[in-house]
């Protein structure tokens, strides 16, 4: 509120997203292949998360899960509790490149592999393959 910047966190960031908590998420990439969990208010790093290669993209769901896709080509859903890994979807055969949660809850996808899939959160059940790009979707 007074309109001045007083943190500036030095980490090059590849995806932003803010939870429900209000905590500042950010994805670093091929830098240092963690993603970072801050408060926002302090600008004190609360947690890492580790077990991705090439963090790409982050969403964040409406039970405040964090999903992040990456050059592994996983996607990982996490509890941001305990910062623990609750699933692993496996599908894709390139980097996921970006993610969606649509009007029913599902996760889409979409990777290098030039398809979009589209996920259960819940069990982690791949419900279907969209096909007709012909190159990346980012």
Request: aromatic letters at 8%; proline letters at 1%.
């Amino acid at each position: 509120t007074t309109g001045y910047v007083d943190r500036v966190i030095v980490e090059p960031a590849k995806s932003l997203v803010i939870n429900q908590n209000n905590e500042l998420i950010s994805s670093s990439g091929s830098w240092d292949e963690t993603i970072k969990v801050w408060n926002m208010t302090t600008g004190e790093l609360k947690r890492t998360l580790s077990g991705h290669k090439y963090v790409n993209t982050l969403v964040i769901n409406k039970d405040n899960e964090l999903i992040s896709g990456s050059g592994d080509t996983t996607i990982k859903i996490w509890d941001m509790e305990t910062g623990q890994v609750k699933r692993t979807l496996t599908g894709h055969t390139g980097q996921v490149f970006s993610l969606v949660i649509n009007k029913n809850n599902e996760l889409v996808s979409g990777s290098y592999d030039a398809q979009i899939k589209i996920w259960n959160m819940t069990t982690g059940e791949l419900k279907k393959t969209l096909y007709g790009h012909s190159n990346i979707i980012w």
